[in-house]
Each structure stands twice: as structure tokens, then as C-alpha cells.
């Protein structure tokens, strides 16, 4: 009763920030919210850009690659230096090279796996100036990204896509800071920590025992962490810390967070091209995937643990609890998990590694779909319309006219790069898993052995080649192989859908629109929706079909059982 | 359109006897043809062109190495079923070529060498062979011989027969100058004598390059071909790695697998079946829009057919059927209708106009008046462009019908004046669109037949169809605004344009251009030339001119206007065809996974079994089923690939929810079924 009650309270939520979050980004990215005027002009002064001038396609391309590159490199620079550097109470040395490569990547790339454990490795600088602020930026370039594409649909025979510095400045400024600042507050006041003041050394005299609490700049990073659809948290346990994520309230809004922005996106889209039921049908879209998942997930999580169960406990009332907090309870857990990892959040407010095998399959073949259900932060927008583009060519070709999306024809260009950003992600993962299980360096690190080992690595480059930056636990991700590869994988992941996606920007803003008719192949009705879904499942799942049943299937079917 | 005798309509009918011979879908010619030419395309420079195909070619060839190297009665079939895969996408091609070749022989026949009697400058002729004919040559052409080359006329009058070329036995008027001088290389002149210049080069008359583009020979791949060839490739890369990525997956987890399942795996997945029957598809367009005695100068001009969203329609033969009909009776200054019907009628019985029998039918239809010869002695007065009145005399008396004012002057030339309200009657009719003409005997006006353009039965529902696919239809015209608009709303067009010219008709195209829609148009005469170009689908008709022919990219060989619509439908079902059969193509896999997954790690992984939901017999059963599945569905549908699906005008919605149904939700459980019988059977033949 309690769990209907959170789900009806998220949708309501979702609902508004649909409607009104979207209509506020709508006037931010058209350049029509002003109230940081006086933050904005310098940093455009600084950046020496004229905030009038817009690009092309190649334009705003180079100018993501040059930002991506200056911040990986001054990531990787505090990261390293952090021992020299201000604001580490703990005296923590200079991260390691390898480490320090796979952390900027993945921070720069919106992913935020974490190969390492936050209060034992990074400095509160390294977590500030570096960490958080490009979970702030890479949400905004996420964001960005996906405003270039909804104008290449929308305009008609323009040469340019709108201006890389104003888009990313302007979803930093209106819309990441304000929200995530009021959302740390609600954080902070329910109990997550927000200090510069180091570790709190607390003398139990009672039992006589001494210990050292971590602390940090905590609950401001946890909002953007969960806004910017990031998932890196401060400490190692994640969400499940309750200095992070301390009540049922903040696990609510933390749903809330990441889910808010891609679910907005979706009206933003309609807006800019004209028609908000096109928006609403990649809402559907979205929301039947995810109401989907999020039923299987939670289903399977309500069921007794089958190991626990075939150890002997008979009772297990609650469903499956190992690896999860007392506070949240499954059904709470399992729907934080759904939603983590079908955005590219990857925040875990559990061991997802516990979860029972289905559990754990309703989560990696979240991310398996290409992350678009509602999907990282910008980036869940331009994927699923990269899936949007390829159904509108297989269906429009079935009604017999050359297909058109909003009016643009989808011809060999656009096929060729709808393909490459849908592709590259499946390519990528597999290959490398491929690598891993090959190479002794990567069977090296799986924590357990057989179908579960495998499902550990399996899930670790999922979740990097995906951005979503969840951890199944279990596999040692800090080695210097797993570092590498994982850096590879993340930026594959993030750029080689991204750069695509601006290309076909560039291509749609070019051409003419085809006039609506009778005749036109409709894209927001029942009939798109039920295409888009079969093209997301078909294409974009199937490639891992055989990888998962190798994984999570063969230990459900160990097991005996599917359900219960 | 000017023919020897009747009809003066356009011929009716789709011409089954025209150049296009309808052959059987398995002509046993191009039968035998097809198989031979299954094993020549195994060339791999041939298959490289299509990376689907090309990975199933190199999966076989390993395959049937590990065959040789170990062999089994598994491997071996496995490695037989995949080069039969293999052969069954060439036959579809090689089937697809066969027609069009079929097609292009009987075209050939047309181009045999022939002797031509050039004139040299001097005015002198010499006899040449007609190869060596270049352009500019002029050449005389007498009956009974063959029009050498492509050419127009530059003297003299001539009547051709072309059935060579169009199937039709009636023959044409050529002559000099205007719309009709343009003769095709190939045809006979019948009488008379004409000088010819030549317009084309030898072995580049135009259909020289028609007979190219049916035979495939030089066969471009369309925009839309292109763009699906890209995605097919796009998902057959993608598959390369899961399968390839199986391997370590495997080995991690213990369990061999033989390269031969993960061969048999990967062709299973990657879209094999429209990657078959892709160029075959875009074959079989062109061969179809040649069975309508269409030719198109390419594929992109058919491909645009399906695109095209407003289409430029003539009036005559295509919405109206070209002929004024008598459909009323109007009797004026106190006559009856009777009297009238009578008069009318002895004026037209020697009238052998249609116009003329038109109005003897009526009187005798709705007069029960039987008279059916003129009477004996009486004198028929054929119409003249001086007095615009045709009739009968009968000894003293004299029917006249003709134009209002040329029947007032001749009843006021008798001493009589016309009745009052003729005026309002002539006019009431000419701004419905009709054509009044004015009955009086002697002096005696007695009342007005009215003639209609009468419009084709069926084109109304025709054009309703078009509208709910979304497709525009404008009447071009040379009537007047009045009439045009009366004939437009009753055959249902969309849109008319009245008193076209070419420049009237080139803005109409540039207009619906400039807001983004595809046009289509008919034309046969030089200034229609820039329009037919502009046209983003152009039908020339046959009997037009060569510039006309030149500017369109298709040629329609029965010059009949309502050919347009056909070729619309012809590049939709193209277009269909592609989209249907990769929708299922895409489908088939789900099915595939569920046989040969299970199976794949049946050894290591019984618990797998679960996943075998259609309880195939064996894993080795399970494969092979899928694969010999997966080749058994090309076969089965070379048929829809070259009959194309079939498109009937309906909302996009419609044709998208039916296909979804038909091809998606279809494609996604015949694998289902045909694996699992192919399983019992091969378990009831103790294969396995």
C-alpha cells in the first residue's frame, strides 16, 4: 500500500516536472531566462564567445570535444595532485595513474563508475572542484547535446544548431544549479552531512569503542549526483549510506532527481518541434519500458532470496533483503535500482550484486537498452531518438513513401549515423567483455566464479559502455586492465553516440520538411509507440540475449525456478 | 494523340499485349536461366556487393572447412543448408534479372541493324547500315521501311505503325514539325514519305538505354536502396561481435562451442532474408512498371513515384473520357422535349462524330424515337469551320444543330427570330460546363442539346482513394475557369488549373515544390518539356516528342495519361516490399535466439532447456532446424519480393497498422512454427 502510495506520488511529480520543468527549459534553451544575467555575461566574456553567434554542427562538435578535452585533463590533474593541493584534512596521497584516468573519464562522460572508495581516496577538493563540477558540466553537455538534435529536427534548411558554450552555460546556470542547490538543502536538513571540517572521531565510552566517521561536502553533491543523473556519491557505500541518503524522503526525491530531467526533456522535445503529442509519444515509449522493468524488478525482489531459501531459511517475509538497508525495504530498493540504472545515474542505495538473479537481470538489461527509458540526462532523449529514427525508416518504408520523421526525410545519411550511435554502444560492450573473459587480467577480477563471475564483468562494461555508472560489486574494477579498458568503454560509450547524434543534427537542420498529409507516416500515435518499443527490444536488446543468458538466466535456471 | 481512325480516346486498358509480356511468375525459361545464374553469382567479387550475403558466403566456406576437417553428418549439413542459403539469394536475383532480360529481349527485337538510306548534302542518298548513322544525319523513310534511329521529322507526312514498341496495331501520324514529329528507331512507315534527322548516337537511342536499364545491366542502386543497405550492413557488424564475443563468453563459463554453431548462430541473426531478396526487390520494380508498358530512364524516378504527393492530371483521357456527350435536352419557345429529341435526332443520323452519335443514342434511349438510318433521299451537311452547324436536308426541309450564334444567324438569315429564352438557356448551360447547341428546323428554333464532357466512370472513387492516401490530384485543363471548375467538382480532383499553359503549368509545380511535396505529371509535347523536367516524376507519353521524352524520366509506350497512378502504386509497392520484408527479417531473430541459444549450451547448461520453448528434439536438431529455416524463407518469399506487396490507397495508418501486423507481429511467429516443424520433421526422418 505504502509502495503504490511512492509510485503514485512519482508519477504525480514526474507529471509536473513534465509540464513545467519543460516549459522552463524550453525558455532556457531558447534564450529567453535571464535572472543569472550577471553570472552569465562574464563567463561568456571569459570564454571569449559571442552568446549571439551560433554554430554548426561541426562547429559545436569541436567545441564539446575541446571542453571534454580541457576537462578530462584538469581532472585528471587535481586527481593526481591532490596531495599538493588545499582541502585534504586526511592527508590523502595523489591518486594513481590508472585510477585517476578511468575516474576523469568516467566524471567527464556523465558516468561516474567509481573504482575506488570516496572517504579512503579523493581529498574534499578532488570531490568539489573536480568530481562535482563535472557532474554538473557533463549533465549540462548531456543536456546540450540533446537541445542541438530537437533543432535539427525542428528547423527547416538552417546551416547552424545553436551554440555549444550558450547551451551548456545556460543548462548549468538556470537549471542544474538552482535545482540541485534547493534539492541539497532538503538533503542536508534530513541528515546527509555537508561539511569542510574532516572526519568525526566519535569515543563510544559505553562500549568503549572509538571510531572515525567520514565526512564531507556531502548533501549538495548527493542532488547533483542524482539531478545530473551522475551516481557518483561521496562515500563508497553509495545511497546506501545514510550520511548520503538518510531517509525514505530522500531516497524519494533522489528517484525523483534523476528520473525529473530526461522525463522534462521529453515535452521539450515536443515544444521545439511543434507538436507536444510527439513529445508524449517517446513519453509512452519510455514509460512503458519503464513500468515494465520496474514491475519485474520489483516483483522479483519481493520474492525470498533462492540461496538464502536453499540454505535452509524458510521465512523471508519481506522478500529478498540481503545487501539492502532496513530503512528502504525491497520494493523501494528494487524501484531506486530500475530507475538508476534506466537513467545513466548508476546511484546504488543497495548491494544491486545481492539482488536476486532476476533482480539483478531487470537491472542490466536496463542499461542493455541503450539507457533510453527515460535515460541519462540528454543523453536517454537524443539515444532513444536515434531508435526513433531507425523505426520511422524500417515502418515508414512499410507504408510506401520514402520515410520522413517530422516532416525530414530519412535517407542514407541519416540511416548511417543513426546506426553508428545505436550500434557502437552493443559493439563496444561485447568486445571488451569479450577481452576481459578472454585475458587471465580479466577473469582475474571477478569476485565470484561461473554464471555470476560472468554476470559481474558482464555488468561492469555495461554499465561504463553505458554511462550509467552502477556497480554490481563482486568484480575488482581497480586494477590497471579494468581502469584501462573501462576508460575506453566509457568514452566510446559517451562520444561515440554523441558525435553521430551532432552530425545528424547538422543533416536534419539542413533540410526541407515534406508537408503533413494523409499519407504521412504518424509518429505520435499507438501504432509508433508499439514500433519504437519493437525496435528498442529487438535491436537494441537482442544483441545481448546471448550474453545474458550465459549470466543472470543459467543462475535463475540454477536455481530451479523462474519465479519464487 | 492522333491515330488513323477510331477510337480517338486513349486505348483502353492496360496493355497485357503490349511490349511487357506477362510471363508466369516461374516462366520455365527464365527458370532454368535462374539456376544456372544461382551458381555463376557465387563469384565473390560479385557477392562482396552484399556484405549480408558476403558474410553468409565466408561463414559457409569455414563452415565447410570444418566440415572436411571433422566431418559430420551435422557440420556437413550445416555447411550445405548455409551454401543453399547462398544460392537461394542469387536465384531470387538471377530470377529478378531473368524477367527483366525476358523483357529486354522482346525489346531487342526492335534494334535489329537495318539499311538506311541517308541523304548527303548534295541532296544524293546512300544506302548505310544503321549503326553508322550519327547525329544530324537525315534519312528518308518510304513505306514498308524501318525507322532506322530515333529522329524527328523534318518533311513530309507518314503514317507509322509502332506496334514494335507499344503493342498497338493501330497507326500513328507523324510529320514535321509540332508535336508529332518525333519517330522511334524500330518502327515501320506504313504510307507515305518522310525525311528523318537524327537525334540519337547508334547503341544510345532511347531504347537502346531502356532496354539497359530493364535488363539491370547498368542498374544503379536507388537513394532508398542505399540507405536500407546501410542499415542491413549496420546490423549485420553489430551481430559480428555477439557472436564472436560468445566464444570467451563460452569458454569463461566452461562450455565449448563449435565455430559451426556460432556460424550457424550469426547467419541466423543477421538479416539474411531481405538482404536476399533486396536487389531482387528493386529488379522487380522496374520489371513491374515495364509490365505496364511504363519505362522509367531509372530507379530513382520509380523510387519517387511513392513519394509523389500531388499529382498533375490532363483532363481529357484521364478524368473525362475526351468526347462530348449529349446527356440533355432542353426545348425552347413552346416545343416539346419530343420534338426536340426528333429534330435532334434526324440531324445526327448521318452524323458519324461521336458527338453525332451521342445524340442518337439519347433520343433513342430516353425517346423511344428508332429510327436508325437517315431517310432515303435526304442530304447530310457535315459541320464546317465557316458555318459551325452540321444537318440533314430532306427534300425542303432542313435540320440544322450547331453553335448558338451560328444557328441565331441562320434562323434570322430565314426571316425568324430566335425564342427569348435560348439566350438564358445557352448561357445556363455553357457556365455548367457544358457545350449547348443550338436545334432549329428551318426557321423554327426548337431547343438545345446539351453536350458534357463525360468523366471516366470509377475515376471519382479512384480519386477519393488517392485523397485518403494522402495524395493531391489536380486537373490541368485548357477549358475555362467555369467549365473546369464544373468538371473538377464533379470528377472529385482536388485542384484544377484552368486554361494551362506550359508556363501556368511549370509555377503549379514549382508552387507544390516549394512546400516540400513530390509532383508528378504527364506530358507529351515540347513546351512541356521544362515542366515534365521540373516534374519530380515526369511521364512522357510515347507518342509525344522527343524533347518531351528527353526531359521526363519516364516514358509511358501506351501514351495513356491515367498511366500516372499506376505509377505511383508501382513505386509504393516497391517501397512496401523493401519495408515488409525487413520488418520480418528483423522479427525472425526472437524465434531463432529461443532454437539455437538452448541449444548452443545444452552440454554445459541443461538449465538452458528452459529457454527451449518450441521443445525441439535435439541441440543439434534445434540448429539445423533454424537454418534450414532461415534459407527455406527466402524461397518462400522470391514470389512476394517479385510480385511486390500489394498497396491499396488507404491513410498511412491503415497500410502502417496492416503491414505492422502482417510483417511484424507475423515475422515474429512463423519462425516459431516453421523451426518446429522442420524439427519434427527432421526427428520423424531420424535425421537426429
Known amino acids: ?564 | 494523340m492522333t491515330e488513323i481512325g477510331l477510337p480517338a480516346s486513349p486505348r483502353p486498358g492496360p496493355s497485357a499485349r503490349g511490349v511487357a509480356q506477362h510471363r508466369g511468375l516461374f516462366d520455365r525459361e527464365i527458370l532454368r536461366g535462374a539456376l544456372l545464374g544461382s551458381v555463376r553469382k557465387l563469384d565473390p567479387r560479385l557477392q562482396a556487393r552484399n556484405p549480408v550475403m558476403f558474410v553468409v558466403l565466408i561463414g559457409t566456406l569455414i563452415t565447410l572447412a570444418e566440415a572436411i576437417r571433422q566431418p559430420t553428418v551435422f557440420s556437413w549439413s550445416i555447411g550445405v543448408w548455409l551454401l543453399l542459403t547462398v544460392l537461394f539469394a542469387n536465384f531470387a536475383e538471377a530470377m529478378a534479372e531473368g524477367r527483366g532480360k525476358a523483357q529486354a529481349e522482346t525489346l531487342r527485337r526492335t534494334r535489329s541493324e537495318t539499311q538506311a538510306r541517308r541523304v548527303l548534302p548534295d541532296g544524293s542518298e546512300e544506302v548505310v547500315s544503321s549503326g553508322a548513322l550519327g547525329l544530324g544525319d537525315t534519312v528518308v523513310c518510304e513505306a514498308g521501311d524501318v525507322i532506322p534511329s530515333d529522329g524527328d521529322v523534318v518533311e513530309g507526312i507518314a503514317s507509322v505503325d509502332e506496334s514494335a514498341i507499344t503493342g498497338e496495331s493501330a497507326p500513328v501520324i507523324r510529320e514535321s514539325g509540332g508535336d508529332r514529329s518525333a519517330v522511334t528507331g524500330g518502327t515501320r512507315v506504313l504510307s507515305d514519305r518522310i525525311l528523318v534527322r537524327i537525334s540519337a548516337t547508334p547503341g544510345n537511342t532511347f531504347m537502346d538505354r531502356m532496354i539497359a536499364l530493364v535488363e539491370g545491366a547498368d542498374r544503379q542502386r536507388t537513394p532508398n536502396e542505399i540507405a536500407l543497405a546501410i542499415l542491413l550492413a549496420a546490423l549485420t557488424v553489430v551481430f559480428l561481435p555477439v557472436v564472436v564475443s560468445l566464444d570467451p563468453f563460452a569458454t569463461y563459463s566452461h562450455a565449448a562451442v563449435s565455430v559451426v554453431i556460432l556460424i550457424a548462430l550469426l547467419v541466423c541473426l543477421i538479416p539474411t532474408t531481405i538482404g536476399a531478396l533486396l536487389s531482387a526487390i528493386g529488379i522487380a520494380g522496374m520489371d513491374r512498371l515495364v509490365q505496364r508498358n511504363v519505362l522509367a530512364t531509372s530507379g530513382r524516378a520509380v523510387e519517387a513515384a511513392g513519394d509523389v504527393q500531388t499529382l498533375l492530371l490532363d483532363k481529357t483521357g484521364t478524368i473525362t473520357l475526351g468526347n462530348r456527350m449529349a446527356t440533355a435536352l432542353v426545348p425552347v419557345g413552346g416545343h416539346t422535349e419530343r420534338e426536340l429529341a426528333a429534330a435532334a435526332l434526324l440531324s445526327s443520323l448521318a452524323d458519324e462524330t461521336p458527338e453525332g452519335r451521342s445524340i442518337v443514342a439519347l433520343a433513342r434511349d430516353r425517346h423511344e424515337l428508332a429510327a436508325t438510318s437517315a431517310p432515303a433521299g435526304s442530304e447530310f451537311v457535315p459541320f464546317s469551320a465557316s458555318t459551325r452547324m452540321s444537318g440533314l436536308d430532306v427534300g425542303a426541309r432542313r435540320v440544322r444543330k450547331g453553335a448558338a450564334d451560328a444557328v441565331r444567324r441562320w434562323v434570322e438569315e430565314h426571316g425568324q427570330v430566335v425564342p427569348p429564352e435560348l439566350e438564358e438557356v445557352v448561357t445556363r448551360l455553357a457556365l455548367a460546363g457544358s457545350t449547348p447547341l443550338v436545334v432549329a428546323d428551318g426557321g423554327d428554333t426548337l431547343g438545345v442539346i446539351e453536350l458534357k464532357d463525360v468523366i471516366k466512370p470509377g475515376i471519382r472513387a479512384r480519386f477519393e482513394q488517392l485523397r485518403a492516401a494522402g495524395i493531391r490530384t489536380v486537373m490541368i485543363t485548357g477549358d475555362n475557369p467555369l467549365t473546369a471548375a464544373t468538371i473538377a467538382k464533379e470528377a472529385g480532383v482536388d485542384d484544377f488549373l484552368a486554361e494551362a499553359t506550359p508556363e501556368t503549368k511549370m509555377r503549379l509545380i514549382r508552387e507544390e515544390q516549394a512546400g516540400g511535396k513530390l509532383v508528378a505529371m504527364t506530358g507529351d509535347g515540347t513546351n512541356d518539356a521544362p515542366a515534365l523536367a521540373q516534374a519530380d516524376v515526369g511521364v512522357a507519353m510515347n507518342t509525344g516528342t522527343n524533347a518531351a521524352k528527353e526531359a521526363g524520366n519516364m516514358v509511358d509506350l501506351d501514351s495513356s495519361p491515367t498511366k500516372l497512378i499506376d505509377v505511383v502504386e508501382v513505386g509504393k509497392q516497391l517501397l512496401i516490399t523493401r519495408g515488409a520484408l525487413t520488418t520480418f527479417s528483423i522479427a525472425n531473430d526472437v524465434a531463432k535466439y529461443f532454437a539455437i541459444i538452448p541449444a548452443l549450451f545444452a552440454a554445459t547448461y541443461p538449465q538452458l532447456q528452459a529457454l527451449n520453448v518450441m521443445r525441439l528434439h535435439s541441440p543439434q536438431s534445434a540448429v539445423l532446424s533454424a537454418v534450414i529455416f532461415n534459407a527455406l524463407v527466402i524461397v518462400a518469399l522470391i514470389p512476394l519480393a517479385l510480385r511486390g506487396v500489394r498497396w491499396r490507397p488507404s491513410s498511412a495508418a491503415v497500410v502502417l497498422r496492416r503491414n505492422l501486423l502482417i510483417y511484424g507481429l507475423g515475422g515474429l511467429m512463423t519462425p516459431f512454427i516453421g523451426i518446429k516443424l522442420i524439427d519434427l520433421l527432421l526427428t520423424t526422418l531420424h535425421a537426429y
Open chain 1, 1 to 564: 500500500m505504502a509502495f503504490t502510495l511512492t509510485l503514485l506520488a512519482l508519477a504525480a511529480v514526474l507529471a509536473l516536472a513534465w509540464r513545467y520543468l519543460g516549459a522552463y527549459m524550453v525558455a532556457i534553451y531558447r534564450g529567453q531566462v535571464h535572472w543569472l544575467g550577471p553570472l552569465e555575461r562574464p563567463v561568456y566574456r571569459l570564454l571569449g564567445v559571442d552568446p549571439k553567434s551560433e554554430q554548426s554542427w561541426k562547429g559545436y562538435a569541436v567545441s564539446l570535444v575541446l571542453f571534454s578535452g580541457v576537462s578530462l585533463l584538469l581532472t585528471y590533474g587535481i586527481l593526481r595532485l591532490q596531495g599538493q593541493l588545499p582541502l585534504n584534512p586526511q592527508h590523502l596521497p595523489g591518486v594513481p595513474a590508472a585510477l585517476s584516468w578511468n575516474t576523469a573519464v568516467s566524471f567527464l562522460t556523465n558516468t561516474n563508475w567509481q573504482n575506488y572508495g570516496g572517504e579512503t581516496t579523493m581529498s574534499y577538493l578532488s570531490q568539489m572542484a573536480a568530481l562535482t563540477v563535472q557532474q554538473f558540466v557533463s549533465a549540462a553537455v548531456g543536456i546540450a547535446v540533446a537541445i542541438a538534435l530537437i533543432r535539427g529536427l525542428g528547423r527547416r534548411g538552417s546551416s547552424t544548431i545553436g551554440n555549444f558554450w550558450v547551451d551548456t552555460v545556460r543548462g548549468t546556470l538556470y537549471l542544474l544549479l538552482p535545482i540541485a542547490f534547493l534539492a541539497g538543502i532538503v538533503f542536508v536538513a534530513q541528515g546527509a552531512v555537508q561539511t569542510l571540517a574532516g572526519p568525526a572521531l566519535i569515543h563510544d565510552t559505553l562500549n568503549g569503542v572509538t571510531q572515525l566517521i567520514p565526512r564531507g561536502p556531502v548533501g549538495f553533491m548527493e542532488a547533483i549526483k542524482q539531478l545530473g543523473t551522475n551516481g557518483g556519491g561521496f562515500f563508497n557505500a553509495n545511497s546506501a549510506d545514510p550520511l548520503e541518503n538518510p531517509t525514505q524522503l530522500t531516497n524519494f526525491l533522489s528517484i525523483a532527481l534523476m528520473l525529473c530531467i530526461p522525463v522534462a526533456l521529453t515535452y521539450v522535445f515536443g515544444k521545439m518541434v511543434g507538436s507536444t503529442r510527439q513529445g508524449l509519444a517517446l513519453l509512452a515509449t519510455m514509460a512503458v519500458i519503464f513500468a515494465s522493468w520496474t514491475a519485474f524488478t520489483t516483483y522479483a525482489e519481493a520474492q525470498p532470496n533462492p540461496a538464502v531459501a536453499a540454505a535452509g531459511v524458510s521465512s523471508q517475509p519481506q522478500g529478498n533483503m540481503e545487501g539492502k538497508e532496513v530503512r528502504f525495504g525491497p520494493l523501494n530498493t528494487a524501484l531506486f535500482g530500475v530507475a538508476s540504472t534506466q537513467t545513466s545515474t548508476g546511484s546504488a542505495d543497495a548491494s544491486y550484486d545481492s539482488f536476486t538473479p532476476l533482480g539483478g537481470l531487470g537491472l542490466l538489461t536496463g542499461m542493455m537498452l541503450g539507457e533510453v527509458t527515460p535515460g541519462g540526462d540528454g543523453s536517454g532523449l537524443y539515444t532513444l531518438l536515434l531508435f526513433a529514427l531507425i523505426a520511422v525508416f524500417i515502418g515508414g518504408l512499410m507504408i510506401g513513401r520514402t520515410p520522413e520523421y517530422l516532416g525530414k526525410k530519412i535517407q542514407a545519411r541519416e540511416v548511417k549515423l543513426a546506426s553508428l550511435g545505436v550500434l557502437v554502444m552493443p559493439i563496444t560492450v561485447l568486445a571488451l567483455a569479450g577481452m576481459a573473459t578472454a585475458l587471465p587480467v580479466g577473469r582475474a577480477g571477478a569476485f565470484n566464479s561461473g554464471p555470476h563471475g560472468f554476470t559481474e564483468i558482464l555488468y561492469a562494461l555495461t554499465s561504463q559502455g553505458n554511462n550509467n555508472g552502477s556497480a554490481f560489486a563482486g568484480l575488482n574494477g581497480n586494477t590497471t586492465f579494468y581502469n584501462v579498458i573501462g576508460g575506453i568503454d566509457m568514452l566510446l560509450g559517451r562520444f561515440g553516440v554523441m558525435l553521430p547524434v551532432l552530425a545528424l543534427a547538422g543533416a536534419l537542420a539542413a533540410k526541407q520538411t515534406v508537408p503533413v498529409s494523409l499519407g504521412t507516416f504518424r509518429t505520435d500515435n499507438v501504432t509508433f509507440v508499439v514500433l519504437l518499443l519493437g525496435v528498442i527490444l529487438i535491436v537494441g536488446g537482442l544483441t545481448f540475449f546471448p550474453a545474458i543468458s550465459l549470466g543472470p538466466l543459467v543462475e535463475q535456471f540454477t536455481h530451479g525456478r523462474f519465479f519464487g
